[in-house]
């Protein structure tokens, strides 16, 4: 069965190493001593923990989808033009116009249209669509 490090377990969960040692001795995820004395989580169990997690940013219970991008804009699509694979998302949040690529297949997941509200997350040279 395999285990893993604090510092592994926090790079497959996308969170700091602090955040898996809270998170353990909160009782949330279970870790053990290997034979040196090294803080341990077992596979199997960080597997579940991982599983539990994505059903609570499912359920929105992780205060919506999990992200590092700090500057939101929400507005509502004013225009979309859509291909065979990508779309052109255009946003209108107040005064501010965003436009952004994404794929066909976001398109499709948010359920995007003229009208529909969104947040615009953007990162350095990215921006991210969400639906609000």
Request: aromatic fraction near 4%.
């Given at each position: 069965?395999p285990s893993?490090?604090?510092?592994?377990?926090?790079?497959?969960?996308?969170?700091?190493?602090?955040?898996?040692?809270?998170?353990?001795?909160r009782g949330?995820?279970?870790?053990?001593?290997?034979?040196?004395?090294?803080?341990?989580?077992?596979?199997?169990?960080?597997?579940?923990?991982?599983?539990?997690?994505?059903?609570?940013?499912?359920?929105?219970?992780?205060?919506?989808?999990?992200?590092?991008?700090?500057?939101?804009?929400?507005?509502?699509?004013?225009?979309?033009?859509?291909?065979?694979?990508?779309?052109?998302?255009?946003?209108?949040?107040?005064?501010?116009?965003?436009?952004?690529?994404?794929?066909?297949?976001?398109?499709?997941?948010?359920?995007?249209?003229?009208?529909?509200?969104?947040?615009?997350?953007?990162?350095?040279?990215?921006?991210?669509?969400?639906?609000?």
């Amino acid at each position: 069965m395999p285990s893993y490090s604090i510092g592994q377990a926090a790079r497959l969960l996308r969170v700091s190493p602090e955040t898996v040692r809270r998170w353990a001795d909160r009782g949330r995820l279970p870790m053990g001593r290997d034979g040196s004395g090294n803080r341990v989580i077992d596979g199997v169990g960080l597997a579940r923990f991982a599983r539990e997690r994505a059903v609570e940013d499912e359920r929105g219970t992780g205060g919506g989808p999990p992200t590092s991008v700090r500057n939101a804009f929400t507005g509502i699509v004013t225009a979309l033009t859509v291909d065979d694979v990508v779309a052109q998302v255009e946003i209108q949040s107040g005064p501010h116009r965003v436009v952004s690529l994404v794929t066909r297949e976001a398109v499709d997941e948010l359920d995007l249209a003229v009208g529909v509200t969104v947040t615009a997350r953007v990162k350095s040279t990215s921006v991210h669509v969400d639906r609000s």
